[in-house]
């Protein structure tokens, strides 16, 4: 540990292995988007499709926004700093799924599904390379290509539908 008053010296040790906690916590909110296109796709016209899939364009613009703050929050621990690959995804997810939040809003599910779905295949590819780059966990390169698309498949299932 550093002995200086306004810094800090930290030593991080993680696994590649993806630790269980991330399989709860990244698998788990993956349930709602297959299962809101399973509903809509179970029940085409009625009242609850239609809750189902505006329930399930809302998960993916609060996970795509929480997804965006994960990336921040990875650059605060990352060494030399946050970096400009860093910075840009974070701004890049934030700007997709808050305007995929306005479209929602608006009541422009297909808009709001394209944003989603791109920010979602960002993530897909990104996350790995910023992971064997050091500017994420080392478990993103394995996590995110299993993980992520179910959500894209979830989304593309409702796109398809509101087309």
């Known amino acids: 540990m550093d002995d200086h008053p306004d810094s800090r010296t930290l030593r991080v040790t993680e696994p590649r292995a993806v630790p269980w906690l991330s399989i709860v916590f990244g698998y788990g909110p993956m349930l709602p988007f297959l299962a809101g296109a399973a509903v809509a796709w179970l029940r085409p016209g009625d009242a609850l499709a239609e809750v189902a899939s505006a329930l399930t364009i809302l998960w993916g613009c609060a996970i795509l926004l929480f997804l965006s703050g994960v990336r921040r929050g990875v650059s605060f621990r990352t060494e030399g700093g946050a970096t400009l690959a860093q910075i840009a995804t974070m701004l890049g997810l ?7 939040l306005v479209f929602a809003t608006l009541d422009q599910a297909v808009a709001a599904l394209i944003l989603l779905i791109l920010g979602f295949a960002g993530i897909t590819v990104l996350d790995p390379i910023a992971a064997r780059r050091g500017e ?3 478990f993103f390169a394995r996590l995110r290509p299993a993980q992520i698309p179910l959500a894209i498949l979830g989304l593309s299932a409702l796109l398809v539908l509101k087309l």
């Open 94 to 100: 934030f700007g997709l799924g808050f305007t995929a």
């Open 136 to 138: 994420a966990p080392l």
